[in-house]
């Protein structure tokens, strides 16, 4: 078994169809596709062709809804700052504690440099969004409401529809970052009351650096990018051709593929789940198990650190991904497991495995069969374990 | 993913002395699980000889932590007490064949267990004197509080100056934006202060009087105007509102200060002494900012000068 990959929430393999609709791009079909001969004719129908490709995905009423980016970020970036200089006389910006740093840290930025007023929305210890508080933050001053719809670490779906009709009704614009549900959960734009949405292709199986965000028909809409006139002068800079063309093909394959997710896929990720909580004491899953992504299993393992897991997995051909400090530097465990309350014996050991439509049975087999003896190795390692299991009481070290 | 030496991946992957020791009559416990690494040093000390005949450690961390411990651990077999005592964090780092920068404090954690465990051989209390604010350059391990120190002991202005006197800022740059605030604020303090040096003016580390009101605050826009007296009720009860949280991690919050936009606190418990500080304040200032409807800054008690 040439590695196994269970970190699709982090990027995804570049489809075989996807690299091969994209190829033409480079040498063949390289024009510009603002230019006046038939080099970029050609690669403005392609980019045409594209734009419908997401809109079938997204549901959406029409194609020119569809603004391409760079990124996820630049979407979510995009989005916020358009609706601040859309209503300059709003101030306030309504986001949750939960959200991507794509989100979070514009809000800070907002906050500290510009003295926009920021709410962010706490969660339960499932990840469920505190309703009570967003109806109280709700006010005719607010000039956008930024909830992710999928969470990245657990796969938590927020009432993505209830929320932004609550938005609408105080007259605020509601975007949602929608980078982690794209492609794995249906969805209708046309019949609801979301009014920008972010996407990123490389979460779906198309390449990195290409994005779009949707954009309502008579959203009122500032660009964040100004110069040429491409994309209807919503986001000037030559078009990504290639990506764009490759995100095209990706959605299409998403919307063909939507079916395994949520069903093989699916299954998969459940019989992985249970086979580790059964066979390992002491670990949980964390988010709302209930109301989340196909794809994304989320356990916190006490008493053990994340990044030790990772290597250990590493070392198993199993690639997976943590929200433990010592993965990024830092040495707070994830926002999101602190949001949720998660208590630091577990925050610290949360491992994160998230499938694609290419996993099959047979890794997660092969997983299951090897995830418990790391934990116990590690766990034979840890001053808050003993031989008869977790003893967080008789280890007192000093500045605890 | 971390570039880590082969010595660190050896040390991770088959750790020596790894497990408890029964027959330890020294034993140094550092950390904490909130800070995601914490270890215990045990140790059998020849009480004729000083000699440390056998070392064992259990770590709860990342891999340069139990890296760390096992190279820890092999260091000082069969050194005597003394011996052991001179090894620093750097050369469990040299000893691993180095570590990442953001991974030196695993390193600290070591030494300070060997420390701990020393002290507790010899029948001594070991008290732990790390400090930290809100770590600015998570590289160098340096805070706001050090750097505000040397830009007013050195009278630095520039960036490049803080990095040449504090080293932050010198390696990743990540920081420099931080940095660059921290630099900011201290400056705008200095051009807030009268021009001429009154004799009553603090030197260096004395309190100044507390400001009786902060009269040139301009209160921030669509803020309701609440009378001092209620602003500091709010600020009280708000910080009532978060205790509850930190006490369930073993934690706990406490008002010391109102200065103007600044709230000085004191943690305590679990995360005192770890960079865990840093997001612990950084939510009391949300919580803060978000009662008040005004920017307010929580800093660390030990920020307030001379204190
Ligand atoms: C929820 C969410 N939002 C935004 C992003 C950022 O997307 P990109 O990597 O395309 O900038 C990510 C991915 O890292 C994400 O998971
Ligand atoms: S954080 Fe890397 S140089 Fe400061």
Known sequence: ?400 | MWNYTDKVKEHFFNPKNAGALETANAVGEVGSITCGDALKLMMKVNPDTNVIEDARFQTFGCGSAIASSSALTEMIIGKTVDEALVITNRDIAEYLGGLPPEKMHCSVMGAEALRAAIANFKGEEWVDDHEEGELVCKCFGIDAAMIERAVTVNNLTTLEEVTNYTKAGGSCQTCHEKIEEVLEAVLAKQAAKPPEKSPLLPVAGIKPAPAPAPKADAPVAAAPKMTNVQRMQSIMMAIEEIRPQLQRDGGDVELVDIDGKDIYVRLSGACTGCSQSASTMMGVQMKLVEKLGEFVRVKPASMLVGA
């Open chain 1, 1 to 400: 078994m040439a590695g196994i990959y269970l970190d699709n929430n982090a990027t995804t393999r570049v489809d075989d169809a996807v690299v091969e609709a994209m190829l033409p791009l480079f040498t063949q079909h390289f024009g510009n596709a603002s230019s006046m001969h038939a080099f970029g004719g050609a690669v403005g129908g392609l980019i045409e062709k594209a734009r419908q490709q997401v809109q079938a995905l997204l549901g959406a009423a029409h194609d020119t809804e569809i603004v391409f980016t760079a990124s996820g970020t630049e979407s979510d970036n995009t989005a916020i700052l358009s609706a601040l200089e859309a209503y300059p006389k709003k101030r306030t910006i309504i986001t949750s504690v939960v959200e991507h740093p794509a989100v979070l840290s514009l809000c800070d930025y907002l906050e500290n440099k510009r003295g926009i007023t920021v709410h962010r929305i706490p969660v339960d210890s499932r990840g469920n969004l505190d309703i009570d508080a967003y109806k109280a933050a709700l006010s005719p001053d607010v000039a956008i409401v930024s909830f992710m719809w999928a969470n990245n670490e657990t796969g938590t779906l927020f009432p993505i529809e209830e929320l932004a009709k609550m938005a609408k009704a105080v007259g605020a614009l509601f975007h949602t970052d929608a980078v982690q549900a794209v492609g794995k959960i249906p969805m209708r734009l046309a019949d609801s009351a979301i009014d920008m949405l972010s996407l990123s292709g490389h979460k779906l199986h198309a390449p990195k650096g290409v994005g779009a965000l949707y954009v309502k028909r008579g959203t009122r809409f500032r660009p964040m990018l100004r110069g040429g006139h491409q994309e209807r002068s919503r986001r000037a800079g030559t078009e990504n051709a290639p990506g764009i063309v490759g995100l095209g093909k990706a959605a299409e394959l998403a919307l063909q593929h939507m079916a395994d997710e949520n069903t093989r896929v699916r299954a998969l990720r459940d019989k992985l789940e249970r086979a580790i909580l059964a066979a390992v004491p002491n670990c949980f899953v964390t988010g709302n198990p209930d109301v989340r992504l196909p794809n994304t299993a989320n356990i916190a393992f006490e008493y053990i650190e994340g990044e030790a897991i990772l290597l250990l997995l590493n070392e198993n051909g199993i690639a997976a991904s943590s929200g433990s400090a010592c993965t990024s530097g830092s040495l707070e465990p994830s926002h999101v497991m602190r949001a949720m309350g998660v208590p630091y014996t577990a925050a610290h050991g949360a491992t994160r495995f998230s499938l694609s439509r290419d996993t099959t049975e047979e890794e997660i087999n092969h997983v299951i069969a090897v995830v418990p003896g790391i934990i116990e190795r590690l766990r034979a390692l840890s001053p808050y374990w003993s031989k008869s299991g977790a003893d967080a009481k008789g280890f007192a070290p000093v500045y605890s």
